[in-house]
């Protein structure tokens, strides 16, 4: 199977922000990655509910939506009713995370759990069966542009290896942070089935072919 890719919109223009979404729809990209951060669980503040409220209006390929918060069990059925194709939790801010993915899932969307950088991978193997998505943080969330963290193609193995010993090799593995042309390929080689990508494509001087070039690597 050959991978996606999934443009952040947090390094888009959010002065012409209808005009980066009709950019995605027309490029090479499969879905539209949506930072939710709320200040508290990362350092930073993106953008909630209006906005992708008028996201959604626009986009015409899947919402894959990453929630940087804490609590994110209060918020499920909103992002549902949003729009959100996936809805991705993160590890650390679910005390019952098993409890969380069934309610997404419940709620129509598809499950993801991403993890941060230091969160081993062996902490999804007892929800293996409840996922659709692992989000693999491959820099500390929170902001764009930062530098890609090595670690991740040895994690990415490991997470593929583990989901496939669960037999839940149809978990689309997904890498957040730092992905570009210098790393695309090799991630995908690893068992990447998904390339979040916010500068990459957003700061490129033709955002179009950063797009093409990413989703053919
Ligand atoms: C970071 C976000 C990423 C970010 C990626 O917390 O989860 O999705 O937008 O941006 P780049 O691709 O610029 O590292
Ligand atoms: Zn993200």
Known sequence: MSHLLAPSLLASDFANLQRDVELVNASDAHWFHLDVMDGVFVPNISFGMPVMEAIARHAKKPLDVHLMIVDPD????????????VLTVHAEA????????????QAGMKAGVALNPHTPVESIRDVAGELDLVC??????????????????????????????????????????????GNARALVDAGANVLVAGSSVFKADDPLKAASDLANA
């Open 136 to 181: 693999l943080m491959s820099v500390n969330p929170g902001f764009g542009g930062q530098s890609f963290i090595e670690r991740t193609y040895a994690k990415t193995q490991a997470l593929r290896a583990t989901l496939d010993e669960e037999g839940a090799s149809d978990v689309l593995i997904e890498i957040d942070g730092g992905v570009g042309m």
């Open 94 to 105: 679910c005390t019952h995370l098993h409890r969380t993915l069934g309610a997404i899932r």
């Open 74 to 85: 209060r918020y499920i059925q909103t992002f549902a009713d949003l729009g959100a194709d």
